[in-house]
């Protein structure tokens, strides 16, 4: 299967690069460009995207903003969003999670870093930079009032393995982690975490990490 990627930047020559390293690789193409938010929200929905590489800075309207008008849609219900940004610190990671993001990179990574990240986007897994660790996560996401009524009433329907799955997840664990604390197959991990993410209607880890935290069930600076 062809990953669809659509680029949203407001600098031509960045596209263009980007373009140009998406392209040459075989699992994946560029289907569309943006050069703002708007722009992108609309060719989110046109060009059948499935992974949007999201400039956090654009003049109008920014990707922050653009990432919220396209989790809402129920139209791009299987679109993720790549926030791709210079301004890498800890208050743009948490806003771009609450956007319902499921990355954030730095622009300085490598191309080998970002292609893999397309990759890891696209199958529904969270990716965070090596500067956005779960200790500023859980810092910022901390701010709002917790736990939240409504996110442990989401919670309450999950068994207690698929509970302790979550626990892990909000963790920033991995399923290979997971299943080494648990003593069970990835495979089975998986299987937990994929049917927590149906019955809690989230859309990828990043926002069982955020429902986490809500919940109760994580602490700030939980290890």
Do not use: C
Request: glycine share 8%; proline share 4%; net charge negative.
């Amino acid at each position: 299967m062809t990953i669809r990627v659509l680029l949203a930047d407001d600098q031509a020559l960045l596209r263009g690069t980007f373009r140009l390293l998406i392209d040459s690789e075989p699992d994946m193409e560029v289907v569309a460009e943006a050069s703002d938010g708007r722009e992108a929200v609309a060719l989110a929905l046109s060009s059948q995207a499935e992974v949007v590489l999201m400039d956090i800075r654009m003049p109008g309207m920014s990707g922050l903003d653009a990432t919220r008008l396209i989790m809402a849609d129920e139209d791009l219900a299987g679109v993720r969003v790549l926030i791709l940004t210079t301004f890498e610190n800890d208050e743009y990671v948490a806003e771009a999670l609450r956007a319902g993001a499921s990355g954030f990179l730095g622009k300085g990574i490598n191309p080998e870093e970002l292609l893999d990240a397309i990759r890891v986007i696209a199958t529904g897994d969270m990716l965070l930079s090596p500067a956005a660790t779960k200790s500023v996560i859980s810092r910022f996401l901390a701010q709002t009032e917790r736990p939240n009524p409504d996110a442990a009433e989401r919670l309450a329907g999950l068994t207690p393995r698929e509970r302790e799955v979550v626990t892990w997840v909000g963790r920033g664990l991995s399923n290979q982690d997971i299943a080494a604390q648990l003593y069970v197959s990835p495979v089975t991990v998986k299987t937990h975490v994929n049917r927590a993410m149906a019955k809690l209607g989230a859309r990828d880890r990043a926002q069982v990490v955020i429902l986490a935290y809500e919940s109760g069930i994580v602490q700030p600076g939980s290890a």
